[in-house]
């Protein structure tokens, strides 16, 4: 009988780290006149109730991967949506200082949902030119992509040859994979709250294994 060569099945590389990049689940509404809490001039809404079933769905679906450790945020929403799965793996989250959201200056605390939902013309011009820093005193898109950068090659650095979920925000995974897919800024931005990423990174070198899944939130 002649020698068979099946199709393999992905396994990342030796020497890599295996991030599942976990967005944040719905967070509360933005009313207009009314601010947001704040950490270091970033809005700080808890989770919605929605919010809080997508996490439990999240913990679901990660609670048996062999993820050995669990980093989130400074901002609540990413700590109320790891809690789940943090229960499960018996394991205690730990905050990254380089993957909070994106600062978006005066804008931050809601304002930035109720501008783009009216299209502002500032918010249009931020998003023609992929790039946050057009929004009064918001951060840039270029340092907020190296600062992303950065905390993700710390944690891959730190757990070689391990699977790890990194609870993070829309922006974040925008971020994260257009550096890894070296796309235009924008072409990963809209991440659904809940869903799961994959970025397998070998020492510089990221390779993108998943973008938004969500099939553990049907019926949501």
Avoid: C
């Avoid at 990174?201 to 973008?211: H, L, S």
């Amino acid at each position: 009988m002649s020698q068979e060569f099946r199709q393999p099945v992905y396994a990342p590389p030796k020497g890599a780290a295996d991030l599942m990049l976990i967005r944040h689940g719905e967070s509360a509404p933005a009313r207009e006149g009314v601010s947001f809490a704040q950490i270091d001039g970033h809005g700080d809404p808890h989770l919605h109730p929605q919010g809080h079933k997508q996490a439990e769905r999240v913990g679901e679906r990660l609670k048996n991967n062999a993820i050995t450790k669990i980093y989130v945020t400074k901002l609540t929403r990413t700590q109320q949506t790891a809690a789940p799965l943090a229960k499960h793996l018996g394991l205690t989250p730990q905050q990254n200082p380089d993957l909070h959201e994106v600062h978006l200056g005066d804008w931050d605390g809601g304002l930035y949902r109720i501008k783009a939902a009216a299209a502002d013309p500032v918010y249009r011009q931020a998003m023609e030119a992929q790039d946050w820093g057009l929004i009064p005193n918001a951060e840039s898109r270029d340092g907020f992509f190296e600062r992303v950068r950065r905390g993700l090659l710390d944690i891959a650095s730190a757990h070689i040859d391990e699977q790890v979920a990194v609870f993070v925000h829309g922006g974040v995974i925008g971020a994260a994979l257009a550096v890894a897919a070296r796309s235009e800024p924008f072409a990963f931005l809209g991440a659904a709250n809940g869903s799961i990423s994959r970025l397998v990174i070998q020492g510089d070198r990221m390779t993108i294994r998943g973008f938004n899944d969500i099939s553990h939130l049907d019926g949501l």
